[in-house]
């Protein structure tokens, strides 16, 4: 996708009333190229008023880099998984736990108003190591927590949970970090996404990751699929009376834009391919 379709897809999302977008990824340009002009993507967005820009990055060398640019908030993944932590980043725990407490120290001393979150990823599962114990996640979280992060989301890397993992886990991570525990990145690749997501509502989370057109994967996870598709998550939400804020018909219409910037790749939903209930009125719209 060029540079200037990122941009209009962006303007797009932000149109539509989103107010915090993953705009990019401060990675490798060698092993994604896709990325290499995040730092123009990350200028683009901070001069939409009122839109909280957010980036992956890996490790401390990619952070400076995103410092840098100005992101609001860095996302840094650490996979609980070992395998997976080695085939995504390249490294063991504890590298990762050193390079998370660079990421903290760094922005301590000189971005203090920059958010230091981190993707706990493959706390569900993992398609490399198979299952991941409860207990590593929460020795995970718990070591990640005492690096002064601000928050931990766990993340369905893989699409391997289900309702009653949801429900059972997130307060056990809610007993063991805190306030520090965020909210969740939940993927569909097992169908289970929008399920997971009225799971965790039950536990009191109150954030979700989400994907346009239900787009991405984690590259470096086989058989790994993409998000919960934002336009299904937001009807779902407003459909059960929360107000997201959102404008479904203009996030809708915001795939055209995404299509043009990506020809050919499929997008997906049953939002966007049924349209909405006749009569539905969203919460957001009857507020």
């Known amino acids: 996708m060029s540079t200037p379709a990122k941009e209009r897809w962006i303007d797009a999302l932000a149109a539509a009333g989103l ?33 909280q820009v957010s980036v992956l990055v890996p490790n401390l060398r990619y952070a400076r880099a995103a410092f840098d640019a100005g992101a609001h908030a860095l996302t840094v993944p650490m996979s609980v998984s070992e395998p997976h932590s080695l085939a995504n980043v390249r490294k063991t725990h504890e590298e990762m736990i050193e390079e998370i407490r660079a990421i903290v120290a760094l922005r301590d001393a000189r971005y203090p108003g920059t958010t230091i979150e981190i993707g706990l990823a493959t706390a569900f599962g993992c398609t490399i190591q198979g299952v991941v114990p409860e207990n590593d996640v929460l020795r995970t979280a718990s070591r990640v927590a005492e690096c002064g992060v601000d928050s931990i989301h766990p993340a369905d890397t893989v699409g391997f949970a289900g309702p009653a993992q949801i429900r059972r886990l997130i307060p056990r991570l809610r007993a063991e970090v805190g306030e520090t525990l965020g909210g969740i990145h939940l993927h569909d690749t097992r169908g289970q996404g929008l399920a997971n997501v009225v799971a965790a509502l039950d536990v009191d989370v109150h954030a979700f990751d989400s994907s346009h057109a239900g787009l991405g994967g984690c590259p470096y996870a086989p058989g790994a699929t993409g998000n919960v598709v934002t336009e299904d998550l937001v009807f779902l939400l407003e459909s059960m009376g929360l107000r997201t804020g959102v404008d479904l018909d203009r996030l809708v219409e915001a795939r055209a834009t995404l299509a043009a910037g990506l020809p050919g790749v499929e997008l997906h939903g049953h939002v966007a391919c049924a349209g909405l209930p006749k009569g539905f009125v969203p919460a957001t719209a009857a507020a």
């Open 19 to 51: 107010r915090r977008i993953q705009v990019g990824s401060f990675v490798s340009t060698r092993a994604l190229p896709q990325m290499a002009d995040c730092a123009d993507v990350v200028r683009h967005a901070l001069s939409i008023p009122d839109l």
